[in-house]
């Protein structure tokens, strides 16, 4: 097992201190999940890159007593070691207990319970100075819960369907109402996404937009003709990536084939419908024209994005789709539908086009309005270089010091 390991929290010679921070959530990638909220890691590791903060991971996982694969996803909670080691940042998972139908309600005081002898551990053997907390319900809610109980401030960042859909249960809406009130920073990955916080009752004025961003290095054009040859793509190829479930709405790209019948798809992921969305392309006739990928790792990712003509996102919600940035990165247009945060990323034409509808029509009409005006790949990294971490990584340098200097919002 690998250990944590703690970095000094001393600048150089003249420097101001390092913010130490505690990140909380349950949406961190593992040994056994790789993918699991890498975009979270993803953010925090381009923070602590800055040299101006040190930080230690504290990512509960749900207890499960099993880890044969029988069990599918819950056995791969069990196959989750305790501590671990990513990229150089210590991640400690204590496990919490899940209830059936009782869950939701339950969840940010099973959450805090399952996390404070380990949060007290880890400020015995390196103090803090803020919790950094990802995704406003549970994990905001026991977050402000673990602040409350150490004395340490704790800064909460939405991401999408917490404030958006959450809400709409009438105790996980009190309890949001609750920690957003205590919370020392609200922060969301979209502007879409300051409304449903606003109308929760927090004031405006006090919710920072901080995006997601995109690693410029990662992802970015390479040989187009050695990627489809890899992948075995010929002709026009669209891509779709993300969870094989009904939100993410592959099945209304699969379903799109049917009024596109120059296109081949290739879908990147697993999930429960998978089966179904197998059943759905035979039915359709399009089975010959849909590859099923499977789950990849995420450094395989640009390669793919390459090869692809279009990469299309049919999701009924997102806060900030990475998979859209990193397709653009490398050159590759998008298609996608305009929910919550989209419409600020899909900007404008070199980035790719919005659907008008999310519905199998209204992916092949934006998939036939883009090939209409197909813009130059050059194009699209070029407007996605205006989306690097730096800007992300300074709104969080400069609201943790608000927060530690006692500035108010």
Partial sequence: MNRPCFAPDAGGAGAPPKIRILTFT??????????????????????????????????????????????????RYAQVSAEETRHGLAVVHPRYPVLPKLGMSLAPALLF????????????????????????YPDGVAAVMLGRALGKPVAITARGTDVNLIPRHVLPRRMIRWAAARAAALITVADALKAPLAALGVPAERITTLRNGVDLSLFRPRDRMAARRAHGFDGRTLLSVGHLIERKGHHHVIAALQRLPAFTLAIAG???????????????????????????PHDALPALYAAADALVLASSREGWPNVLLEAMACGTPVVASDAWGNPEIVAEPAAGVLMHETSADGVAE??????????????????????????????????????????ER
């Fill in 26 to 75: 349950t949406l961190y990638p593992n040994a056994a999940q790789p993918s699991h909220g890498i975009f979270v890691e993803n953010r925090l590791r381009h923070l602590v890159a800055s040299g101006r903060v040190v930080a230690s991971v504290l990512a509960p996982v749900p207890w499960f007593p099993f880890a044969h694969p029988a069990f599918g996803q819950y056995a």
């Fill in 113 to 136: 319970a399952a996390a404070l002898l380990a949060a007290r551990r880890l400020a015995a053997a390196r103090d803090f100075d803020l919790i950094d907390a990802h995704y406003a």
């Fill in 270 to 296: 697993e999930g429960p419908q998978r089966g179904a969305l197998e059943a759905l392309a035979r039915r359709l006739a399009v089975a010959s024209r849909v590859r099923f990928l499977g789950a990849l």
């Fill in 366 to 407: 934006a998939v036939d309005r883009l090939f209409d005006a197909l813009p130059a790949r050059t194009a699209t990294r070029r407007y996605a270089e205006r989306f690097s971490w730096d800007a992300t990584t300074e709104g969080q340098l400069r609201r943790f010091g608000e927060i530690l200097a006692g500035v």
